[in-house]
Each structure stands twice: as structure tokens, then as C-alpha cells.
């Protein structure tokens, strides 16, 4: 889009990945009369998948609960690549013509909301001509996730400084990076090591996953052979939203599982990893000693991992780091591993709203310090959504039902000619638990400080459970006791919030 006067606007939206395209195509259905502005610091659209080109990316969610409700996924991959994601996000905003509204390389740099003019001035950095620029809309709504797009989270580790091969993090892998014979050793147990192991260890000299502990793994067929059946009988249409019913169905089953029976279902992963494994192997790399889903599990397509490692290509250690050496890494326990590449994938930077800083009527908003309500609004912010997908299931499904919450608020508004809404808790509401609270994951915890809190009960507390957030957010009346409605008359400048201590 042209870096032209920016208009005004009745919704802008920070963020043009997974979460805003959603968003913008929501409103486009439900409200094409709105004007809408997207906000995208980066030169393109698709965020995190435009963001991670690391060998093997790929969605760690299947993909007919993963891709959009409104726009179903449309292959028989259960786990697609982050090319094919990159392009479904962006045929979807050329289906929805959302992709004409798009501000690239635009810095969100802060919002301010005045109580007078009942609207949000968002200051931005065009970065390429170092230029400010200022948006106005009626309506914000922050889609920016949870981490920081500049830099991961990179530990430091003693002697670092002599080690004299590669070092690099996933989020900025560099572009036509030759492995081809080399020895890896990828830092770290998640979704991206599980992912960087099996894609690299084909060209490879070898490559080996080094843990500090392990997690959960679980092998789901790269293919869904009952919907390529289907497809014989019933409209392929008809078979992709039923494919994303029954998913949706089997992975509330698995958490509702772990958290009701987690030694069973402790028990039935390992087993299904052992499985997969060579006679012997040393089930220690493969034991967690936490129960399932106290941290996200990781999915690998087909068993890739696992393949890697009987081929002899792969390995998985388990041990601490003492500190790097001239060839490699140095381990607690005495051993080296040999190293041409170290590869960190130690997580995530944790960041909320793109790192701006919010003001309402010259007082500060500190995320960390607000809980949200229904997990889509922000206390004591008017006219604010942010959007945050589920941790203990496809990140889509919330952000989705999070898009239909806001289309119905601000049909709400226009009808009843409310021009803010800003929720209001009671004394005594919060709590000094995160929104991801439920999850022990080290970036969660290192992360927790910029997080939005927990209130006591519904609807200050994030839910995490899609039945419930169906029920809350589509069905429930919008105007409630929490919600203060402004209509016609100036108002008057909003109340300074006081953030109990902890």
C-alpha cells in the first residue's frame, strides 16, 4: 500500500499475520461498511510464517483446526509447511479483499485514546524512510501475539566467545545456509528442534538434539486418508468442515484426558513414542517429569523424527551445558559433542502489542498489570480487543471466536449507538496468575511479567476451553454489569486505574 495521508479510520488493526488477515475478514463479512486499516511492520503479510524460514517449518496444530472457520483448510496435509500457510494467509485476504488495507513496514511505536475525541491516535515508525506517522480509528484491536519479532531468547553460556563454528537462532535463519555434511547440534526440546532435527539430518554429517529435559512427542500420519476417502462419496467442501468438526473434537478429548487422567495418558505417549524407536533405546531422552500438557506437546508428522533417529542420522542427548568450546559444547557430564553448527532453538522473547505502549487519556496501560475480559478485552481500556490464541489448542480457534466477539460488540454499538465500551472490574478482581498461568514452559515463565493477569472468575479469567469460550463469547448478551457503555455526549476523561501491589 502507498505511504500517502493515512485516513481515518472506524477499526484499525496492528498486525497482519494469522490473527489480523483473520480479523480484517471477519469485519469484511460482517461489517463491509466499516473502514478498516491494517498496520504491518514488516514488508508482508503472514507474520509468524513469513517471520520463520527455518528448514522443515511447519504448522504444530493439524491444519483443519488450525486454518480458518470461515475459509477451511483445503489439502489432505494434516500439518502443512509454513510456505503453504504463508499462501493460504494470503489468498484468504485477496479472497476477502482485505489485502487493499494493508500499511506495510510501519513500527507500531504507541497508542494514546482520548475520552474527549473517543478515538485512538496510534504513533508509527515507517522504518525504511525513518519517517512518523500517525493512524486515528474509533476502534484497536492488537494482533501481534505474544513474542518479539527482532530476536528470540538466546541464552548465554560460558566460553561462547571461543567457539569458532556457527551459531544461530530459528527466527533468523539465514537465507541458502549450507549444512550439507556438517555436524549440527540444535540447543533445546520443542516444537522447532522436534521440527530442525528430521529436515536437516538428510544432508547432514548428523545432528543431534540436545535437552535439558524432555517433552512429550506425539506422531500423527502426515496424510488424512479418511477425508481422501470421503472425497469420493461427498463435496469436498462438505469434507473439510467435518474433517475440522472431528479435529476439534479429538484434540479437546486428548487435554480433557490429560488433565482428568494424566498418568494414563502419560503412559500412552511414551508408549507411542517406544513404539517408534529402535529395540533398547534409551527411553530417558524420551521421559518428561512433568504430566502432559503442563507445556504444549509437540506433534511430528509420520514419525520424522523418530525415523531420523533409527537411520542413525539423528540423535537425542539429555544433559546440561557447561560451557562452549573451541569445537563445540562442553557437558556436564564430561562429554563434548563436535560441532560445525549450534543451532538455539531455546524459545521465545516474550513481547505484548508489538512492544508499543498504550496511554488512555495520558495514563499509562501496562498489559502485565491488566487482566483481560473474556479474554478479548482489556480492563480499563476503551475500545480495545487484542487477540490471543489458545495455548492447549490451535491457536486459530480462539482467534477466530476472539473476531466474531468483536464483529458482535460493535454491531451492538452501532445499533445502540454507543460510541466506548471499556470493561470495569470489581476491587479485588486480580490475581497475580498470567493469562498462560496453566503452562510451566520456560519463555511462559520468563515471559510472565508482560503478560495480562488473571482475575478471580468469569469474565476475567482466560478460559482456555473452546466449549465454554463458544458459549461466552457468540452466545451470551453483550452488554453486561462489567461493561460500561458510553452513548451520545462528550465524555469525560477516564479514571486513573490503581494497580493493587503484589
Known amino acids: 500500500m502507498d505511504h500517502g495521508a493515512s485516513p481515518e479510520s472506524d477499526v484499525l488493526i496492528v498486525g497482519a499475520g494469522l490473527s489480523g488477515i483473520g480479523m480484517a475478514c471477519h469485519l469484511a463479512m460482517e461489517h463491509p461498511r466499516l473502514r478498516v486499516a491494517l498496520i504491518e511492520r514488516r514488508a508482508a503479510m503472514g507474520g509468524t510464517w513469513d517471520l520463520f524460514r527455518y528448514p522443515g517449518v511447519r504448522s504444530d496444530s493439524d ?37 487493499r488495507h494493508i500499511h506495510y513496514g510501519l513500527k507500531v511505536v504507541s497508542s494514546s485514546w482520548s475520552s474527549r475525541e473517543r478515538r485512538w491516535t496510534v504513533h508509527v515508525l515507517d522504518e525504511a524512510r525513518q519517517e512518523a506517522r500517525e493512524f486515528s480509528g474509533r476502534f484497536l484491536i492488537v494482533c501481534t501475539g505474544y513474542y518479539n519479532y527482532d530476536h528470540g531468547h538466546q541464552p548465554r553460556f560460558p566460553g561462547e566467545e571461543q567457539y569458532r563454528g556457527l551459531r544461530l537462532h530459528p527466527q533468523q535463519w539465514p537465507e541458502g545456509l549450507d549444512y550439507r555434511g556438517k555436524r549440527v547440534v540444535i540447543i533445546g526440546s520443542g516444537a522447532t528442534a522436534v521440527t530442525l532435527v528430521p529436515a536437516m539430518a538428510s544432508d547432514a554429517a548428523h545432528v543431534t538434539m540436545l535437552q535439558r ?75 518428561p517429569d512433568y504430566q502432559p500438557w503442563d507445556q504444549r506437546l509437540c506433534v511430528v508428522p509420520d514419525a520424522d523424527l523418530f525415523e531420523a533417529i533409527k537411520s542413525g542420522k539423528a540423535s537425542v542427548m539429555t544433559d546440561r551445558i ?24 531455546t524459545g521465545l522473547e516474550m513481547q505484548t502489542l508489538g512492544g508499543m505502549t498504550l496511554q488512555v487519556d495520558g ?19 476503551p475500545n480495545f480487543g487484542c487477540i490471543f490464541g489458545y495455548t492447549n489448542a490451535p491457536w486459530t480457534l480462539k482467534a477466530d471466536l476472539a473476531a466474531r ?21 470489581p476491587a479485588g478482581e486480580r490475581r497475580d496468575e498470567t493469562i498462560m498461568g496453566s503452562l510451566t514452559s520456560g519463555y ?3 515471559g510472565a511479567p508482560v503478560l495480562p493477569r488473571q482475575g478471580r472468575d ?8 473452546y466449549e ?31 494497580v493493587p501491589s503484589r
Open 363 to 381: 495514563e499509562p496501560r501496562v498489559m502485565g498489570e491488566l487482566m483481560t475480559y473474556k479474554g478479548v478485552l482489556l480492563q480499563d481500556t
Open 213 to 287: 529435559s524432555p517433552g512429550y512427542i506425539l506422531s500423527l500420519p502426515r496424510f488424512d486418508t479418511i477425508s481422501a476417502v470421503l472425497q469420493r462419496f461427498l463435496p469436498k467442501s462438505l469434507v473439510f468442515r467435518l474433517a475440522r468438526r472431528r479435529n476439534i473434537f479429538l484434540t479437546r478429548l486428548i487435554y480433557k484426558a490429560a488433565r482428568r487422567w494424566p498418568d494414563k495418558v502419560r503412559a500412552f505417549l511414551i508408549a507411542g513414542v517406544r513404539k517408534h524407536l529402535p529395540a533398547g533405546a534409551d527411553m530417558r531422552h524420551f521421559t
Open 405 to 425: 466477539y468483536l464483529c458482535r460488540l460493535l454491531d451492538y454499538m452501532e445499533k445502540h449507538g454507543v460510541e466506548a465500551v471499556t470493561p470495569r472490574a
Open 468 to 498: 465454554r469460550d463458544c458459549e461466552m463469547l457468540l452466545k451470551q448478551p453483550v452488554a453486561d454489569a462489567a461493561l460500561e457503555l458510553v452513548r451520545g455526549a462528550v465524555a469525560p476523561p477516564a479514571p486513573p486505574i490503581v
Open 458 to 465: 468469569v469474565p476475567w479469567r482466560v478460559l482456555n476451553n
Open 444 to 446: 511462559v515463565q520468563r
Open 63 to 99: 491444519m483443519f483446526t488450525f486454518g480458518y472457520g470461515f475459509r477451511p483448510w483445503h489439502a489432505l496435509d494434516v500439518m502443512a509447511d509454513g510456505p503453504s500457510i504463508r499462501r493460504y494467509v494470503m489468498e484468504t485476504a485477496q479472497h476477502y479483499g482485505v489485502d
Open 322 to 345: 557447561a560451557g562452549f568450546t573451541e569445537q563445540g559444547i562442553r557437558l556436564q557430564s564430561g562429554d563434548e559433542l563436535q560441532a560445525d553448527i549450534v543451532v538455539t532453538a
